[in-house]
């Protein structure tokens, strides 16, 4: 287990560097940049010599491997540098821009799987057929509506024409509530879908015949077996849709003006702010690679016969002993432990 | 069935094969009753596909379905609601918002071409390339894919987007360009198992030339899974380049682009709801008919 996260983690750093690297490539081959921009501005007056400082001043006059090596053991370090426009610390702006953006992504997670359930339960279970075939066509529309074109409705309708929420950031919950729920609706797309699709199969394995033979009800078949195999697609999704969340939480902070990493980032590429750009990226890569770690963590907690690194956690080791179930690497096949039960 | 009834009046009286012949015709429905079925048991499909035309219809030849001048300013007819005379209403400068939808389709939709253009043919250029040579080229166009995929994809084309700057091709080949690694990784797989297939291995020993191999066995393979990933990819990409639009980084005003229009209307969302309605309810009839006739395709080609 230890050498497995020190091998993951050191691949994450790699994955960081490149993406970093990739980053610095990209924007570096930019023409201008906004200081360069601001020298050469008629307007703005500015001396020759105070050229040179500005340029000293953010490392702008020293060769490009200088520049990339330089900000490269910044960042190793936490430091992203600063903002060409406003000249504060990079970190700093993320700092205060994060809080916002961080409850308005964790909230619209929340709603993004409350809405995936919901619509993955009443497509297998609904009683009706008709709203079977209904829920069943939820994950092609929420797939198929832009964020932008579901906040927009969204504020025009709840905030102007009904006034159930306030149209512009107010630092309340009620404010945070339109915006998470447009942002979970974008999540819930791949999520419900792949939900719906798994709990089916799940539903046509022969363990779940045998617990209908045997008499469990349908609701105490659903809690105890087919819920828990049916949710690591879920899982493994949960960690790829992070990228969505990010994606729709620019979108969203710009249809609800509310301040945040997205609007950071947007800013920032009107003006042709690079080591704000640069940061964003680094950040939200960071985060995406970790999440996806967590998840890749968290599989053998939801399935005990998944491996981590060819050797089961201590406990699962244990209880197969007991139950002599037979532990099968990265290929789980859908088992339930009451099959096993006399 | 024609040339039974035509040899019909040459046979020898009193043989007639033709009712032996017929019978089975004559249970089964002829052929126009037969596709107006299979078109009202798919009529979704019939309508994805009619929305999918009129739209490209539209970026064709916008002249002909458009009212108005897209850009003609009318101070005198600003923020009008919508009319016959004009459809979607009217802008704040005046101008006709069906006209301007219309001609937005031509942005819109070339702009998600050309990115599913350079997402599919640079993608699978390189996973080609790092499924049929293998070693160290594969090692590294993988690790490449593995980077790509762990930035998150919107902000890589947000980050593209500051490189070539802002306007409706520059943001449709970042959206392309993020969209590589995805088609990449697809192709590599499919050129992988095409390699190791018992029949490129008997075309190995029978002498072809690895060209020809290629050619003839690897490529005709790969289409089919290509294509239905295009498809899938093209509602994405119509998504993305609206939203980069939206977000002021991809078409500039005063070209019409889909993104672009709802987000001049939103000035005016609370009394003028059509000017962000209609362009949006435009954005989601197109990219619901794609992935439509995209999920018809993939499931018709895993069957």
């Given at each position: 287990?230890?050498?497995?996260?020190?091998?993951?983690?050191?691949?994450?750093?790699?994955?960081?560097?490149?993406?970093?690297?990739?980053?610095?490539?990209?924007?570096?081959?930019?023409?201008?940049?906004?200081?360069?921009?601001?020298?050469?501005?008629?307007?703005?007056?500015?001396?020759?010599?105070?050229?040179?400082?500005?340029?000293?001043?953010?490392?702008?006059?020293?060769?490009?491997?200088?520049?990339?090596?330089?900000?490269?053991?910044?960042?190793?370090?936490?430091?992203?540098?600063?903002?060409?426009?406003?000249?504060?610390?990079?970190?700093?702006?993320?700092?205060?821009?994060?809080?916002?953006?961080?409850?308005?992504?964790?909230?619209?997670?929340?709603?993004?799987?409350?809405?995936?359930?919901?619509?993955?339960?009443?497509?297998?279970?609904?009683?009706?057929?008709?709203?079977?075939?209904?829920?069943?066509?939820?994950?092609?529309?929420?797939?198929?509506?832009?964020?932008?074109?579901?906040?927009?409705?969204?504020?025009?309708?709840?905030?102007?024409?009904?006034?159930?929420?306030?149209?512009?950031?107010?630092?309340?919950?009620?404010?945070?509530?339109?915006?998470?729920?447009?942002?979970?609706?974008?999540?819930?797309?791949?999520?419900?879908?792949?939900?719906?699709?798994?709990?089916?199969?799940?539903?046509?394995?022969?363990?779940?015949?045998?617990?209908?033979?045997?008499?469990?009800?349908?609701?105490?078949i659903f809690r105890k077996d087919v819920l828990r195999n049916s949710s690591l697609p879920v899982l493994t999704l949960l960690g790829l849709a992070f990228g969505e969340l990010i994606a729709g939480s620019v979108v969203t902070e710009s249809v609800y003006a509310r301040s945040g990493v997205g609007q950071l980032v947007v800013g920032a590429v009107n003006t042709q702010d690079l080591p704000v750009v640069q940061g964003v990226v680094l950040l939200s890569t960071a985060a995406y690679v970790l999440i996806?770690?967590?998840?890749?963590?968290?599989?053998?907690?939801?399935?005990?016969?998944?491996?981590?690194?060819?050797?089961?956690?201590?406990?699962?080791?244990?209880?197969?002993?007991?139950?002599?179930?037979?532990?099968?690497?990265?290929?789980?096949?859908?088992?339930?432990?009451?099959?096993?039960?006399? | 069935?024609?040339?039974?009834?035509?040899?019909?009046?040459?046979?020898?009286?009193?043989?007639?094969?033709?009712?032996?012949?017929?019978?089975?015709?004559?249970?089964?429905?002829?052929?126009?009753?037969?596709?107006?079925?299979?078109?009202?048991?798919?009529?979704?499909?019939?309508?994805?596909?009619?929305?999918?035309a009129l739209v490209l219809a539209w970026a064709v030849v916008p002249g002909a379905f458009a009212s108005h001048d897209p850009l003609a300013v009318d101070p005198a007819g600003k923020l009008r609601a919508p009319s016959a005379e004009h459809w979607f209403g009217t802008d704040q400068l005046g101008r006709d918002l069906y006209s301007r939808v219309v001609h937005g389709a031509r942005a819109s939709l070339s702009g998600s071409a050309i990115a599913v253009a350079v997402g599919a043919v640079v993608g699978?250029?390189?996973?080609?390339?790092?499924?049929?040579?293998?070693?160290?080229?594969?090692?590294?166009?993988?690790?490449?894919?593995?980077?790509?995929?762990?930035?998150?994809?919107?902000?890589?084309?947000?980050?593209?987007?500051?490189?070539?700057?802002?306007?409706?091709?520059?943001?449709?080949?970042?959206?392309?360009?993020?969209?590589?690694?995805?088609?990449?990784?697809?192709?590599?797989?499919?050129?992988?198992?095409?390699?190791?297939?018992?029949?490129?291995?008997?075309?190995?020993?029978?002498?072809?030339?690895?060209?020809?191999?290629?050619?003839?066995?690897?490529?005709?393979?790969?289409?089919?899974?290509?294509?239905?990933?295009?498809?899938?990819?093209?509602?994405?990409?119509?998504?993305?380049?609206?939203?980069?639009?939206?977000?002021?980084?991809?078409?500039?005003?005063?070209?019409?682009?889909?993104?672009?229009?709802?987000?001049?209307?939103?000035?005016?969302?609370?009394?003028?709801?059509?000017?962000?309605?209609?362009?949006?309810?435009?954005?989601?009839?197109?990219?619901?008919?794609?992935?439509?006739?995209?999920?018809?395709?993939?499931?018709?080609?895993?069957?």
């Open positions: 287990m230890g050498r497995y996260l020190a091998r993951r983690g050191a691949q994450a750093v790699l994955v960081l560097w490149a993406a970093y690297t990739l980053s610095f490539v990209l924007l570096s081959a930019l023409p201008g940049d906004a200081v360069t921009n601001r020298i050469q501005n008629p307007e703005a007056n500015i001396s020759p010599e105070g050229a040179r400082t500005l340029l000293a001043y953010y490392g702008l006059d020293r060769p490009l491997w200088e520049q990339y090596a330089h900000s490269l053991v910044g960042a190793s370090r936490g430091d992203l540098g600063y903002s060409l426009t406003t000249a504060q610390p990079v970190r700093e702006l993320l700092a205060s821009a994060l809080p916002s953006t961080l409850q308005l992504t964790s909230l619209g997670l929340v709603f993004g799987v409350l809405i995936a359930a919901v619509v993955a339960v009443a497509t297998n279970y609904a009683p009706w057929r008709w709203l079977r075939t209904l829920t069943a066509s939820g994950p092609a529309l929420f797939a198929s509506v832009p964020t932008f074109v579901a906040g927009i409705v969204a504020l025009q309708y709840l905030s102007f024409r009904y006034g159930l929420i306030p149209s512009v950031d107010d630092g309340t919950f009620r404010a945070l509530v339109a915006p998470a729920a447009t942002l979970g609706l974008v999540v819930a797309a791949p999520l419900s879908q792949v939900f719906a699709t798994s709990i089916r199969t799940t539903r046509s394995q022969p363990f779940v015949h045998v617990l209908h033979a045997k008499g469990a009800r349908e609701g105490y996806n770690l967590v998840v890749d963590l968290a599989y053998p907690f939801v399935d005990p016969r998944i491996l981590v690194d060819g050797a089961p956690r201590g406990a699962t080791r244990r209880r197969a002993r007991q139950r002599s179930v037979v532990v099968e690497p990265a290929a789980p096949r859908l088992l339930p432990a009451e099959v096993v039960m006399p | 069935m024609t040339t039974v009834v035509d040899t019909g009046s040459v046979t020898r009286p009193g043989t007639d094969p033709a009712p032996a012949l017929e019978q089975p015709a004559a249970r089964e429905r002829p052929l126009p009753v037969r596709a107006l079925a299979w078109l009202g048991g798919h009529w979704t499909l019939v309508l994805a596909v009619a929305v999918v699978s250029l390189l996973g080609a390339l790092a499924g049929w040579f293998g070693g160290v080229l594969d090692a590294a166009i993988g690790r490449g894919i593995d980077v790509l995929l762990s930035i998150p994809g919107f902000l890589l084309a947000i980050t593209i987007v500051v490189l070539l700057g802002f306007g409706i091709v520059q943001a449709a080949v970042a959206v392309g360009l993020t969209m590589t690694a995805t088609f990449a990784r697809l192709i590599r797989s499919e050129v992988l198992r095409a390699r190791t297939s018992t029949y490129v291995e008997a075309a190995t020993t029978s002498g072809a030339s690895t060209w020809d191999i290629l050619r003839r066995h690897v490529v005709p393979n790969s289409i089919a899974p290509t294509l239905s990933l295009v498809t899938v990819q093209l509602g994405i990409a119509i998504i993305w380049i609206a939203s980069l639009s939206f977000l002021g980084l991809g078409a500039q005003p005063p070209d019409p682009e889909w993104g672009r229009l709802v987000s001049d209307g939103r000035n005016y969302i609370a009394s003028r709801g059509w000017l962000t309605l209609w362009p949006g309810l435009t954005v989601v009839a197109v990219v619901l008919a794609t992935n439509h006739i995209s999920h018809h395709l993939t499931r018709r080609d895993a069957s």
